[in-house]
């Protein structure tokens, strides 16, 4: 059986466990970078690795009627120096969005700040970022990473948010904890971004089965909906975001008043539909040279993407131990 035809009968969680695991193999993420086979796949989902790459792509979606968030790519940095480097690339960032005309609106891994190597380079990182947004008038969103930073990541973003209200933290539906995480948000007033979770949890804190994960989405969505306050609903899927509109129509909350977001490269039709209804819709939009991780987040949400991407890998592996 073909690598493709493989990818296509092995089960979804099979597959999503496989890529998890992937995306933490740094030999394999020096493979895979230095592939020019991997490049064109990695484009559709990865606005360039350089910031001028990332604001002609942030432009044209400005053009088409989307706002965008920024995520500095990188994550689980092995320094304190790489900690302050990915931070430094941030606070460039902001102004060079800002002086465009562009949303100076970011997106920030902990990891990428230290926070696995000492929470309070983390808060330091966090702070210049909070500050260079602050200069702008911009907005910090805290990503949501596994479950055993969520405790961190909600502290963190709390602070922030006592310091310049213009922050935002990511909420998982697929843990079990999270109806009760964004009652503590909305009563600090916070905006939340609902995603569905990209990582691989244990049954402990997670629900498991896709359809509990939606059904638990859909209960969350119409939560914050209803809440009065402005949040993001971050998914691509139709039945969710129908729902959405549906709830918003009957209860009159206008497009101001929350919006769709939606990962670079994934369903651009659903995203130009969107733009098209009147509704606010804006775009994560990856850049930089650490692509990997998120690429291989990708890969396991999707198993349509991971073929060709699997055929890849084992040619340039394949070559490399031909060369030895
Ligand atoms: P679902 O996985 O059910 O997909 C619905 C449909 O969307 C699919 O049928 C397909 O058509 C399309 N689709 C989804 N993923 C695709 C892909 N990779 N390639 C091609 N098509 C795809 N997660 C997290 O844990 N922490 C976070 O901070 C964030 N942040 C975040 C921001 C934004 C703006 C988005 C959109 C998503 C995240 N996520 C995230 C990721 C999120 O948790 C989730 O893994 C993906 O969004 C996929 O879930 P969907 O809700 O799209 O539904």
């Excluded at 695991?21 to 350089?50: D, N």
């Excluded at 900690?83 to 920030?108: E, I, K, Q």
């Excluded at 805290?142 to 310091?163: G, K, N, P, V, Y």
């Excluded at 991407?309 to 131990?321: Q, S, T, W």
């Amino acid at each position: 059986m073909g690598i493709a035809a493989a990818v296509r009968v092995l089960p979804h969680r099979t597959m999503r466990s496989l890529f998890m695991s992937l995306s933490h193999r740094r030999s394999l993420a020096r493979l895979a970078v230095r592939s020019p086979l991997t490049r064109p796949v990695v484009a559709r989902f990865v606005a360039g690795e350089t910031i001028e790459e990332a604001l002609t792509a942030i432009a044209a979606l400005k053009q088409a009627g989307m706002h965008t968030t920024v995520d500095v790519l990188g994550e689980s940095v092995t320094s304190p120096e790489l900690a302050a480097a990915a931070a430094d690339r941030y606070v460039a960032t902001l102004p060079a969005l800002a002086s465009r005309g562009l949303d100076p609106n970011v997106s920030v891994k902990l990891t990428q700040m230290g926070l696995d190597i000492d929470p309070e380079v983390c808060r330091d990182n966090v702070t210049r970022i909070v500050d260079a947004a602050r200069a702008v008038d911009g907005f910090v969103r805290f990503d949501m990473e596994d479950h055993a930073r969520t405790d961190a990541t909600l502290a963190i973003w709390q602070e922030a948010h006592e310091s310049y209200p213009k922050t935002g933290v990511v909420i998982q539906s697929c843990l079990r904890r999270s109806a009760a995480d964004i009652e503590r948000i909305l009563a600090a007033g916070g905006s939340v971004r609902l995603c569905k979770g990209a990582y691989d949890e244990p049954r402990s804190v997670a629900y498991l089965n896709k359809s509990t994960v939606d059904a638990n989405y859909a209960k969350l969505m119409e939560r914050l909906l209803t809440s009065g306050s402005y949040h993001a609903l971050a998914t691509h899927d139709p039945r969710l975001i129908a729902r959405a509109i549906e709830i918003a129509e009957r209860g009159g909350i206008g497009p101001d008043r929350f919006e769709f977001q939606m990962l670079y490269g994934v369903r651009r039709d659903l995203q130009r539909t969107l733009v098209e209804r009147g509704c606010t819709v804006r775009i994560y939009v990856p850049y930089g040279h650490e692509w990997y991780p998120y690429f291989m987040r990708r890969l396991a949400e999707r198993p349509a993407n991971v073929g060709f991407m699997i055929r890849a890998i084992l040619k340039e592996e394949g070559r490399r131990v031909r060369g030895r």
